[in-house]
């Protein structure tokens, strides 16, 4: 098969040992984009003028502070931030103080709207971000490219058929791409592949879990931990994806 730019990543990912392919994929790309806006970006006025509207989600704040290269050049992109938030919305919120009541003038519940929408406005502005929009544009090119593969590349269909697990939000975007992507029949060897794994995953968790909870009884104080010591963050990453947040202790 064809060799893109996304095929490449995807068989990586698929060749190496993790508890998901896709988490794997995402956090690649969320490192290619973080080092982009601490990097290059800083020096190109077109990816400025995005950043000084948008600024960063609190997530991508958080990692971008995580790493300490380049303070100077995140301070450059939160100055002209801040300078651009401030001056589309500080005078709103002044202006947005409702007028009090008195004998003379009535209770209006105007105000109400006005407060409302102006934190629609914030909330909109806040949770805006380049990262994640070009996550979610690279991660929807990495579900296609697996949909075609599982159905063109005989290597990679067995490939997915063997892959140790998926998390569960990633099997619900797999699901998604199968409908909209496969055929019935491909569909079918592919839901197999991943009802199959799946389930081994909720097994040896719950299995984990449970070992890890018995730990606490003084009577298996002296028995082997097993797997169970990381049994707490393979089960969030399993549930909730992994986003390199569930250090394992
Ligand atoms: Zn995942
Ligand atoms: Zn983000």
Known sequence: MKETIYTIPVNDA?????????????????????????????????????????????????????????RLGLALVLHTHLLDFDSDISEDLKNSAPNKASLFKGRSSDYKHVLNSLADRIDKRVASCPICEKMNDSM??????IMYMFSHDSVFHEKFCNCKSHCLPHTASLLRSAATRLSQNDASDFVTAIASSNKSSFD?????VEWFTLKFDYRNKEKPWGNSKTAIQRSMKFLSSDGGDFVDS
């Open 14 to 70: 698929y060749d190496s040992e993790c508890d998901c392919p896709i988490c794997l994929l995402k956090q690649r790309s969320e490192e290619k984009e973080l080092d982009y806006y601490l990097g290059p970006s800083l020096m190109e006025p077109d990816t400025r003028v995005i950043t000084n509207k948008t600024g960063f989600c609190p997530n991508h704040m958080a990692k971008l502070n995580k790493r300490v290269t380049n």
């Open 140 to 145: 929807s090119h990495y579900n296609e490219t």
């Open 204 to 208: 040896e968790l719950e299995k984990d």
